[in-house]
């Protein structure tokens, strides 16, 4: 089978079943990651997408999904937005030099100028260098490799339950095991301070052992964690006392999607670096940037026989930079920073109210379009022990058991935090409609409902159970 009769078994819509697809997923699943294909029937999410628009997804079977993952925070921008596609087919019919090397990129420069002006809340422009990666883990990998040049110093500072991607230096910021398990020593020098504990973060940073120090400013796999107030604030400040780069991964949080340009601007901060990736593609072309100060880019590059020291083949790709700038003018022409900032207040008060009965609700939190929804084992003896037992054969099965419902039976997608099994996310593009915000809220409202008072789900759940082991 060719390329293009796998295009055209995508995009043809007549047709509810689609061999010419069928077969190209038996290749996806002979040839790619069997056991993915495996999940996704297990959890009849294997649906066939045949177009996707702003929030919704339209399947070959003529189901309507809302998207409130947003491909993990990619989808700030909706799901191919016009503007990012014409933006992109006009760079495209320029035939011009996308992936020379030999050039000085002006595309580049553009969304360097942009990205820094978008980052300086204060107008003191304290930021003034920006390297391309192409993936979040490259961009951490960049700042771990950038803070320990400007500092001589190899080792680094994390936060427990963080997630910085899954490269061998960015995996060694995770303390969750369930990601490192079997692929032997990461990099050495990691340690470790709760998020929130500035007397540990202090004890540490005393040592001056450490070059950066890495957080996400709001936890987004751990749960939707928001920092306790003054957290972050002091936690720059002591960087700045002992000497260590403070860096904020904005992989998830930024490009508007907590509500301000940068999640880091909510708390006043002056990172050194800002590391951001996902939405800058307009979920189109894969783009990262991290953002520094100039004192640690030239750290890096002081001289010329060090022009190229740290680099990559797509860094500064045409498409991937035009990608970024037709992304930020539509975060900017849209104000979507402002829509998510009062429609995710407003949502999460919606969600609050319509869940504040049910038991094993504990919390509805969040920033902009950046919700989690925390749930707590049950009190009643008779769901008690459903749910622990569920939690014995896998502790993610209660959250993936709502993810399920929520799809086939709502047509919601969402997923449970990748290192907190009991927060559920909602994070839908920032261009969502108040109409799928309620239909969200209608839909968790009914699933939680079923949880508490119909036996179905816990059966439901076993036979998910026998399932997984058949399957
Ligand atoms: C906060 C954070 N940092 C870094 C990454 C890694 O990004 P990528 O998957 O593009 O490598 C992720 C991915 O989910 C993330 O959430």
């Known amino acids: 089978?060719?390329?293009?009769?796998?295009?055209?078994?995508?995009?043809?819509?007549?047709?509810?079943?689609?061999?010419?697809?069928?077969?190209?997923?038996?290749?996806?699943?002979?040839?790619?990651?069997?056991?993915?294909?495996?999940?996704?029937?297990?959890?009849?999410?294997?649906?066939?997408?045949?177009?996707?628009?702003?929030?919704?997804?339209?399947?070959?079977?003529?189901?309507?999904?809302?998207?409130?993952?947003s491909g993990y925070c990619v989808y700030n921008t909706g799901h191919n937005h016009p503007a990012i596609v014409g933006a992109l087919h006009r760079e495209l019919d320029r035939s011009g030099p996308l992936m020379l090397q030999s050039h000085i990129s002006a595309t580049a420069g553009e969304l360097a100028e942009r990205l820094l002006r978008l980052a300086d809340a204060s107008g003191k422009r304290h930021l003034g260098k920006v390297y391309f990666s192409t993936s979040g883990a490259e961009g951490v990998e960049t700042a771990i490799k950038f803070s320990r040049a400007h500092t001589g110093r190899s080792g680094l500072l994390a936060a427990r339950g963080a997630f910085h991607g899954l490269t061998c230096g960015a995996l060694a910021l995770m303390d969750s095991g369930f990601w490192s398990d079997g692929f032997g020593a990461m990099i050495p020098g990691v340690e470790f301070v709760d998020f929130g504990d500035l007397g540990q973060l202090e004890r540490q940073l005393a040592t001056r052992r450490h070059a950066a120090l890495i957080l996400e400013p709001i936890q987004g796999e751990a749960g939707i964690v928001l920092p306790p107030a003054g957290f972050l604030e002091a936690a720059q400040a002591l960087c700045r006392r002992y000497g260590t780069v403070f860096v904020l991964d904005e992989v998830q949080t930024g490009l508007g999607r907590t509500g301000r340009p940068l999640a880091g601007h909510h708390f006043g901060l002056e990172p050194d670096m800002v590391i951001l990736a996902k939405a800058l593609s307009g979920g189109l072309v894969p783009v990262g940037a991290v953002l520094m100060t100039d004192v640690i880019y030239e750290s890096v590059y002081p001289s010329l026989r060090r022009?190229?020291?740290?680099?990559?083949?797509?860094?500064?790709?045409?498409?991937?930079?035009?990608?970024?700038?037709?992304?930020?003018?539509?975060?900017?022409?849209?104000?979507?920073?402002?829509?998510?900032?009062?429609?995710?207040?407003?949502?999460?008060?919606?969600?609050?109210?319509?869940?504040?009965?049910?038991?094993?609700?504990?919390?509805?939190?969040?920033?902009?379009?950046?919700?989690?929804?925390?749930?707590?084992?049950?009190?009643?003896?008779?769901?008690?022990?459903?749910?622990?037992?569920?939690?014995?054969?896998?502790?993610?099965?209660?959250?993936?058991?709502?993810?399920?419902?929520?799809?086939?039976?709502?047509?919601?997608?969402?997923?449970?935090?990748?290192?907190?099994?009991?927060?559920?996310?909602?994070?839908?593009?920032?261009?969502?409609?108040?109409?799928?915000?309620?239909?969200?809220?209608?839909?968790?409202?009914?699933?939680?409902?079923?949880?508490?008072?119909s036996l179905s789900f816990w059966t439901d759940a076993l036979h998910l159970a026998a399932r997984a082991v058949r399957i």
């Open 1 to 69: 089978m060719t390329t293009s009769t796998c295009e055209a078994a995508t995009s043809a819509t007549a047709d509810p079943r689609n061999p010419e697809r069928e077969e190209c997923a038996a290749s996806y699943e002979a040839h790619v990651n069997p056991q993915w294909v495996r999940l996704m029937k297990l959890l009849d999410m294997d649906a066939e997408y045949v177009s996707c628009v702003r929030e919704t997804l339209h399947t070959r079977d003529g189901r309507k999904i809302l998207d409130f993952l």
């Open 307 to 453: 022009a190229i020291v740290h680099t990559s083949t797509y860094s500064e790709n045409g498409l991937a930079m035009r990608a970024g700038l037709a992304t930020l003018d539509v975060i900017e022409d849209e104000a979507l920073a402002g829509r998510a900032l009062s429609l995710g207040e407003a949502f999460r008060e919606r969600l609050r109210e319509r869940l504040a009965r049910f038991e094993m609700v504990r919390e509805v939190r969040g920033l902009g379009f950046f919700s989690g929804i925390v749930f707590a084992p049950p009190r009643a003896l008779a769901l008690r022990l459903s749910f622990e037992a569920f939690a014995r054969v896998h502790p993610a099965m209660f959250g993936q058991m709502l993810v399920m419902r929520l799809y086939r039976e709502h047509g919601i997608l969402t997923q449970i935090c990748g290192n907190n099994f009991l927060v559920l996310k909602a994070a839908p593009p920032l261009t969502a409609s108040e109409a799928a915000l309620d239909a969200f809220v209608d839909a968790m409202e009914s699933v939680m409902e079923y949880v508490h008072s």
